[in-house]
């Protein structure tokens, strides 16, 4: 299970972090990936983190702004924004990655995170 | 990146119909794809990996189909609670796991 942390409200500009507490698995031996839904749109990946060794990769245009970090002692995920727009406004979800010899993805989403900024 | 471009972009269906939806990658990506279906407000739902493996507990009208760049979800008898957005999203470059724009499924 992945527990989110609540909707957050922020002015332009400004930062935001989003948890992510799992359950129920070894958090070390999975994955983390982020991925934000903005209003009435698709699906967009952010980026990764590793559950073993916290290697990340980011979303190009992202680079700069996010940052994702795990702590091992409270099986928590966070993603943190920077600089703010409107642009970001967006659900934003975690999930955990699965590895199989089919290729990569996810079984287990967060609830989403409301993430509105506006000044 | 590898592109992913779904289509129809939306579909309207009625109940008891066969629906198929189709993703292309911009570039080979063997059968490392996936399919999500998403309700509103919900978190995406992951129905079939590698191209056409069945994820546990997810009902036998669907199937996926495909290798390469072309590939298909199909739900082959439409049923009242299939009617949602599905996703595609192509494994090959990892870790970057990037989606198709989504087909929304809805009632005629």
């Known amino acids: 299970q992945l527990v989110q942390s609540g909707a957050e409200v922020k002015k332009p500009g400004a930062s935001v972090r989003v948890s992510c507490k799992a359950s129920?698995?070894?958090?070390?031996?999975?994955?983390i990936t982020w991925v934000r839904q903005a209003p009435g749109q698709g699906l967009e990946w952010m980026g990764w983190?590793?559950?073993?060794?916290?290697?990340?990769n980011y979303l190009q245009k992202l680079q700069g702004r996010v940052t994702m970090t795990t702590d091992t002692s409270t099986n928590t995920a966070y993603m943190e924004l920077k600089s703010l727009t409107s642009d970001d406004t967006a659900v934003y979800y975690c999930a955990r990655v699965l590895v199989t010899w089919g290729g990569w993805y996810s079984d287990y989403w967060g609830q989403g995170t409301l993430v509105t900024v506006s000044s | 990146d590898i592109q992913m471009t779904q289509s129809p972009s939306s579909l309207s269906a009625s109940v008891g119909d066969r629906v198929s939806i189709t993703c292309r990658a911009s570039?080979?990506?063997?059968?490392?794809l996936n399919w999500y279906q998403q309700k509103p407000g919900k978190a995406p739902k992951l129905l079939i990996y590698a191209a056409s493996s069945l994820q546990s507990g997810v009902p036998s009208r669907f199937s996926g189909s495909g290798s390469g760049t072309d590939f298909t979800l199909t739900i082959s008898s439409l049923q009242p609670e299939d009617f949602a957005t599905y996703y595609c999203q192509q494994s090959h470059s990892i870790p970057r796991l990037t989606f198709g724009g989504g087909t929304k499924v809805e009632i005629k």
């Open positions: 129920g698995y070894t958090f070390t031996s999975h994955d």
């Open positions: 570039q080979s990506i063997s059968r490392f």
């Open positions: 983190i590793s559950g073993y060794n916290a290697n990340t």
